[in-house]
């Protein structure tokens, strides 16, 4: 890492402490998620949502991603740091980015400058949520516009999840008059790919900031937790869950930075496999680590474990997202792609 994303590293934490809860106090709290508004006005004044105009902007802004992601951060951020840069000509600041999954959802339709349809999920505090990136078709042609989510024909409905941390949304729309036209066939096409990379990458960031707060959660408690009169840490058992945490969270940043630093679609699908599997088994050993005490609803692990498997599921789950990776490299080596269940 660079000296000045090392700075940079130091100042999203500085922020998060002066802006968020520490993970001490979060689970605690009494309200979940916590009011993130001091958080987005501060990261908006820093220009965190703007670095992709800097050289070498997503490096900088996947520190961001995976400091907010090991804090439990606000999920809006999430979204903006990882899609709004990619958004063509600046339209304004679009508050929530998040699409449909086009491996569940049909496309919404477009017809006379009217949408129909549903976003199958909108990451964002409602409050905050101006306009929906929407990939529609067009008579068959793939279109990006945007649409207005409280207008005319829009609707937002809150979505219940088992992640207390973040509050996702569900657009809703029936006859929706757009506000904007991103982009038409070809271009609609690459923006789709683009942001569905992008998501893949920053939920693989998210997963591994929670992996890594997970692991020194347990190191921490490995080593102040007592039984038979010495800590838990100088027990064989522990110390091995301890390596093999430790040993996830390194595999996982190797493939995260490659597909930062790489911006092709198979990196971003392998980082997005690795991180978000390690944040679920990372998770899952601190739990055991921490035992009584992880489990209780004051203790934050359980939230770390909830965050994780829910960033496993989104995006696609790891063994399409290997499967794809799979295909492409046959594909490239110019060798016939096995059928599905067929052995070689």
């Known amino acids: 890492m660079t000296a000045e994303r090392a700075s940079f590293r130091q100042v999203v934490q500085r922020v998060l402490a002066d802006s968020w809860p520490p993970l001490a106090e979060y689970a605690s709290s009494g309200a979940l998620p916590p009011n993130a508004e001091r958080l987005r006005k501060v990261s908006r004044d820093l220009g965190w949502w703007d670095l992709e105009d800097e050289d070498d902007g997503f490096a900088f802004a996947s520190i961001a991603i995976q400091e907010l992601g090991g804090a439990l951060g606000p999920g809006e951020l999430l979204a903006g740091l990882c899609v709004n840069p990619v958004l063509p000509a600046d339209p304004g600041g679009v508050a929530c980015s998040w699409g449909s999954d086009p491996r569940r959802d049909a496309a919404p339709k477009l017809a006379d400058g009217r949408v129909s349809g549903e976003v199958s999920w909108c990451l964002a505090a409602a ?32 979505m219940s999840g088992s992640d207390p941390t ?24 690459d923006l789709r790919l683009a942001v569905e990379r992008r998501i893949s990458v920053g939920l693989a960031l998210d997963s591994l900031g929670i992996a890594k707060s997970a692991l020194a959660l347990s190191v921490a408690y490995a080593k102040i937790r007592e039984q038979f009169g010495a800590p838990i840490g100088s027990f064989q058992a522990i110390k091995h869950r301890c390596v093999d945490m430790f040993v996830l969270v390194e595999s996982a940043d190797v493939l995260v930075e490659a597909a930062v630093a790489s911006g092709d679609t198979q990196s971003g699908a392998m980082a997005k496999a690795a991180g978000c599997d390690a944040a679920a088994e990372v998770t899952r050993l601190a739990l055991q680590i921490h035992g009584g005490i992880g489990y209780t609803w004051e203790h934050p692990c359980h939230l770390l474990v909830r965050r994780a498997k829910l960033n496993q599921a989104l995006g696609g789950s790891a063994r399409s997202l290997r499967r794809a990776v799979a295909d492409g490299l046959l594909a490239a080596l110019g060798t016939d792609i096995p059928a599905r269940g067929e052995r070689r």
Do not use: C, K, N
């Open 127 to 158: 409050d905050d949520v101006e306009r929906v990136l929407v990939f529609a078709e067009d008579d068959g042609e793939p279109v990006a516009v945007l649409v207005r989510s409280q207008g005319e024909g829009a609707r937002l409905e809150e």
């Open 166 to 189: 973040r509050r996702f949304w569900r657009l809703v729309m029936d006859d929706a008059p757009l506000d904007e036209i991103l982009a038409r066939g070809d271009q609609a096409t």
